[in-house]
């Protein structure tokens, strides 16, 4: 993909992909390490679900090191702005964490699928750090989509310094999340799936570490209740062409075993298909 100059914007037709650079409204440290970033970004605004993101970075326009965008979830859409949650864990976040308001980077997006929440009625979102992002964004969509869908949230991190203060997160998202902490000192001590009843769930919607992730598709499977996870995996493009992100499948259907691209394919997956 070239650079182009940062007035122009790119628009994928038949996918309504766009690649532009986006102006930052606000930018704010909201926990340890972590970033609360918004950007001016309308086309991506009018049609993000949660499970989408953007790839977010600076283009080749002599910005430097890392040259490669990095994913991010859109976590919330406020009329003309998308919100970014924003964890620094190399160079490429902690360039992103550095943002002002004014500033701009360039977006491409709204990318990947997003949660298929069909016939549930109840639907428990575990989320593991800043993979609270696309949860943030679930049940304003919800509202719109799925009216009367019922919504828990539990929110796990290892630390209280790193929890997103769960009055932003009623603010954003409009739902009190349920905070577990590994040491303890925020919320209920634990893991955030020793929290996960599945009683009466029809759907179990996860996002967070590998590990994590694991834990709950052999919870939800265990139990029979269906249950889709949002996957991280390091990728370059974003778009299916640098085959980065490929992550083993297995049909459900026939068995055969395959791989799917965590961009393209996903980021969202239905539990039984991934071969973990
Ligand atoms: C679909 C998708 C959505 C995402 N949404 C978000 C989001 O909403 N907020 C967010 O903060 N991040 C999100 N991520 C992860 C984010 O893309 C990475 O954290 C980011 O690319 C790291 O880039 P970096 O240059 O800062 O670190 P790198 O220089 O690429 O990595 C630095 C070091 O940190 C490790 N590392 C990188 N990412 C992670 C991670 N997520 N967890 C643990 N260790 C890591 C690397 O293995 C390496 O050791 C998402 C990823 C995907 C695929």
């Not at 606000?26 to 989408?52: D, H, K, M, S």
């Not at 997103?164 to 000192?185: H, L, M, Y």
Request: with cysteine; glycine share 14%; hydrophobic share 40%.
């Amino acid at each position: 993909m070239t650079h182009q100059p940062r007035s122009d914007s790119q628009v994928n037709e038949e996918r309504r992909i766009v690649r532009k650079w986006c102006p930052v409204s606000a930018a704010e440290e909201v926990a340890e390490a972590t970033f609360w970033l918004e950007f001016v970004a309308p086309e991506i605004a009018a049609r993000a679900a949660p499970g989408q993101f953007v790839m977010i970075g600076f283009g080749t326009g002599g910005w430097g090191t890392p040259f490669l965008p990095r994913p991010n979830s859109v976590a919330a859409v406020t009329g003309d702005r998308i919100g970014l949650l924003i964890r620094v864990y190399g160079g490429g976040s902690r360039r992103l964490a550095g943002l002002r308001r004014g500033d701009e980077a360039l977006i491409l997006g709204p990318l990947g699928n997003h949660f298929q929440i069909g016939t549930a009625e109840r639907v428990l979102c575990l989320a593991g750090g800043v993979g609270l992002a696309p949860f943030l964004l679930l049940p304003g969509w919800l509202e719109r989509e799925t009216p009367g869908t019922v919504v828990r949230l539990l929110y796990g991190e290892r630390r209280g310094a790193a929890v997103f203060n769960p009055d932003k997160i009623r603010a954003i998202s409009g739902i009190a999340a349920e905070v577990w902490t590994e040491d303890g000192s925020l919320g209920r001590q634990g893991l955030v799936t020793e929290g996960a009843s599945l009683e009466d769930m029809d759907l179990v919607l996860a996002c967070g570490p590998t590990p994590m992730l694991k834990a709950v598709r052999k919870l939800a499977l265990d139990a029979g209740i269906r249950c889709q996870v949002a996957v991280e995996e390091h990728m370059a493009c974003g778009l299916g062409t640098c085959i980065g992100c490929a992550i083993g499948t297995t049909d459900p259907e026939t068995g055969a075993e395959g791989y799917d691209l965590v961009c393209r394919d996903g980021p969202v997956f239905a539990a039984e298909r991934l071969r973990w």
